[in-house]
């Protein structure tokens, strides 16, 4: 047996240990054991007796709960082990929260505090009331346009007709006991910086580099707005629109799949931690990257939003308005879209990490030079694939003549392209002609 997340050695008893008990009570439970070194071996105790009396009434004294104090020979030594259940409720010991986490206790501060609070209390930062906001701080022109919003998506029809701000406010679970609850300030707020200064998106375009930035903007608004607004942006200032022609119609497509950057940017308005840094996008050359300060619901990994999942959403307050109003689904598919939307335009599979103390989402472009050379390309096979990009098909002599080689060279060249996954070979012989698969 080992120290873990659950188990803690003690060589003897201080009242300063009552930190760990507590740290084991507002997180998963565990023992604390007292007659152990750090290395585990078995020292013993001595006043096991008195210990036996003065541990419980310390612990339900100065912390209010009650543990099974157990004397255990081991050994030939006595050790007392003291079995902690986790709590609902907060346990705190002169004042202070602390919390077991891995192998170590912590002192809970600031924010880490107030979401340790709002988890034990059942609750969520979206639906904490606002005592600063009134209902003079809803835009009543932001509710008529969810109510036609949410009309159009049948998800409540019933609402068609209605008129009353508060009514509404109430059918969206935004208010309690006529109070305003973030949430509401959140989605159909006048102005929701005035209330949390970082509620809005940072767009900014960059170089080569991350410290070469061209120009920024930054998108303000409900949370409505802002997803509307920052689609509109990207769309005629970050991002260029492929033109073909169907007949005399002319057709603008986006450079990423419209749907797959509509997904993540809605995510990550929804999932974001609004007391933390503004949403940013980040435009490259090659790729764009969506980032919002937060985390994953506890239990889940990356690879998990690569296959479907459970919805479990940091706000979900916000998202089942979001959901009622017809801009996202509840089946937790999001991010499936998000790859699916990709793949089918052509794009290499989305990047999704846990950096920077939130989650981002990176959006590449279809075969790009720095892509294909992190994939292994050396210049010639990079040179093969963005002409065949550019031509629909590339043929061993043409290989030759842009790349000046032998068709030996060539020949091996297409074979390790088609290998891997990136060229399919069409036709036999003289006829074989080699194209860029895309999905």
């Known amino acids: 047996m080992t120290e873990n997340q659950n188990i803690e050695w003690k060589e003897s008893w201080k009242d300063e240990y009552l930190k760990w008990i507590c740290g084991f009570a507002n997180a998963q ?9 750090d290395n585990g071996r078995t020292i013993g105790i001595e006043n096991s007796k008195k210990l036996l009396e003065d541990i419980p009434n310390k612990i339900q004294s100065q912390l209010g709960i009650i543990c099974d104090v157990n004397l255990i020979e081991e050994n030939s030594n006595e050790i007392i082990e003291i079995v902690v259940k986790p709590y609902d409720n907060a346990i705190s010991y002169q004042g202070k929260y602390h919390y077991r986490s891995g192998s170590t206790k912590q002192e809970l501060k600031g924010k880490a505090l107030n979401d340790f609070l709002l988890k034990k209390s059942g609750k969520t930062w979206d639906d904490v009331i606002e005592n600063r906001a009134t209902l003079d701080d809803i835009d009543p022109n932001a509710i008529e346009a969810f109510i036609k919003a949410a009309v159009i998506s049948k998800r409540m029809p019933f609402i068609e007709s209605e008129t009353n701000t508060e009514v509404v406010l109430d059918n969206l679970l935004l208010r309690e006991n006529g109070l305003i609850k973030r949430s509401a300030i959140v989605l159909f707020g006048k102005n929701p910086c005035k209330f949390y200064i970082n509620a809005f998106v940072k767009i900014g375009r ?26 509109e942006i990207l769309d005629k200032k970050f991002l260029i629109s492929p033109i073909s022609y169907d007949g005399l119609h002319r057709i603008e497509k986006w450079e990423y799949p ?16 609004y007391f933390g840094a503004p949403v940013q996008i980040s435009v490259y050359d090659d790729k764009i990257m969506i980032w919002n300060e937060g985390k994953l619901p506890e239990g889940f990994s990356i ?8 919805s479990r959403p940091y706000n979900p307050t916000i998202a089942s308005v979001f959901f009622k109003g017809g801009l996202i689904e509840a089946w937790g598919r999001g991010t499936i879209n998000i790859i699916s939307e990709c793949l089918k335009a052509g794009l290499p599979e989305p990047s999704f990490e846990s950096e920077f103390g939130g989650i981002s989402v990176k959006l590449f472009k279809p075969y790009t030079e720095k892509y294909l050379t992190e994939k292994g390309l050396n210049k010639r096979q990079i040179k093969a694939v963005i002409y065949c990009k550019e031509n629909d098909f590339i043929t061993n002599g043409i290989y030759q003549t842009i790349s000046e080689t032998s068709e030996r060279t060539a020949t091996r060249d297409l074979e390790f392209l088609t ?8 036709g036999e012989k003289k006829g074989t002609k080699y194209k860029l698969i895309r999905v």
């Open 258 to 273: 419209y749907k797959a950057v509509r997904e993540t940017i809605i995510n990550a308005i929804v999932h974001r931690d």
């Open 206 to 231: 960059f170089g080569k580099t991350d410290d070469d930035l061209i120009f920024q903007e930054v998108v303000e608004g409900n949370a409505f707005q802002i997803a509307d607004k920052t689609l």
């Open 303 to 310: 690879e998990d939003l690569k296959k479907k999942h459970t």
């Open 29 to 37: 439970g565990g023992k604390l054991i007292i007659g152990k070194s």
């Open 419 to 426: 290998e891997i996954g990136l060229f399919e070979k069409v």
